[in-house]
């Protein structure tokens, strides 16, 4: 039976300091989203009377129910939601067909292919390149314009390459033996075996495609095909607004700045009610994979 070793003064005293940096920093990085959410259900006269609060006087839906009232708002979600959906399923594909081959050695130009891939990571065309390249290839006024241009992040790429080194050989090598084919294997096999990375790496994609701003602004010009983001940046100018005040009920006039934080805050909540069913996962998956070159 081995004994826990005594924590000593300075031990203690580390751990102290890091817990308080911590709590500290979580309350920072939480007010802002707590004070956005309590304005969303304030009115503007609060909103323009408080500066800071956490819980309005009074509860009022009138921002929700204008957002929700307006077929931008829910065609926008509808859009961002399918675009993160399929962007997730192509991005994890790619990224994973890329993987498992390099991660065996005996890959003819592995070294090369590995060196392309990490000169990526240092090295970019930059804006101006990329918008002609997606220009030549037609998908401008495409949602294929927010997936293919970034498919592959090259940064997951080595470290789920990594964590497909890690992976038993032997259990490779005897499915090969009962019949499978190199796919087989791969989806049999090593995909099964790779659930937390998958997890991880998806909720990374899926994060990186519901707010990405940059995209829908260069690559779409039709508004009908804007997703959440690009109505989150009309909403936050009052011309917007102003425009769109009446057309559905002359009577009612939402607050301006409680428009806004209701559509933050409906822009974010989606993308966090994903993560509880992926916590078993996410933890490890941070992990693996990240040792071995």
């Known amino acids: 039976m081995t004994t826990r070793p005594r924590a000593t003064v300075g031990s203690r005293l580390f751990d102290g300091v890091n817990v308080i940096v911590l709590v500290v920093l979580a309350v920072i990085t939480i007010l802002p989203f707590l004070y ?117 992040s090259a940064f997951y790429l080595i470290v789920i390459k990594n964590f497909f080194q890690e992976l038993p050989v032997e259990l490779q090598e005897a499915a090969k033996i009962d019949g499978c084919s190199e796919l087989g294997t791969f989806w049999r096999i090593v995909l099964p075996l790779s659930r937390p990375v998958l997890a991880t790496f998806g909720l990374f994609y899926a994060v990186t495609i519901w707010n990405d701003f940059t995209s829908p602004l260069l690559y779409l010009s039709d508004p009908d095909m804007w997703t959440l983001q690009m109505f989150i940046r009309q909403v936050t100018t009052s011309t917007y607004l102003s425009s769109t005040l009446g057309i559905y009920d002359p009577t009612f006039v939402p607050p301006e700045q409680g428009v806004r934080f209701a559509t933050i805050v409906v822009g974010t909540v989606p993308i966090l009610l994903i993560y509880p069913f992926l916590q078993k996962h996410f933890a490890k998956g941070m992990f693996v994979g990240s040792v071995k070159g």
């Open 36 to 152: 956005v959410t309590a304005g969303s259900f304030a009115g503007e006269a609060e909103l323009a009377s408080r500066p800071f609060f956490l819980w309005p006087h009074e509860p009022v839906l009138d921002a929700y129910r204008f957002i929700f009232a307006t077929g931008t708002f829910v065609r926008s979600l509808m859009i961002t939601i399918a675009v993160t959906a399929v962007g997730v399923v192509v991005k994890l594909a790619i990224t994973t067909l890329m993987a498992y081959p390099l991660a065996h050695a005996r890959l003819p130009g592995r070294n090369a292919i590995l060196s392309l891939v990490v000169f990526t990571m240092v090295f970019s065309g930059g804006m101006i390149p990329t918008y002609l390249v997606v220009k030549a290839m037609g998908l401008l006024d495409s949602y294929s314009a927010l997936v293919l241009p970034v498919a592959v």
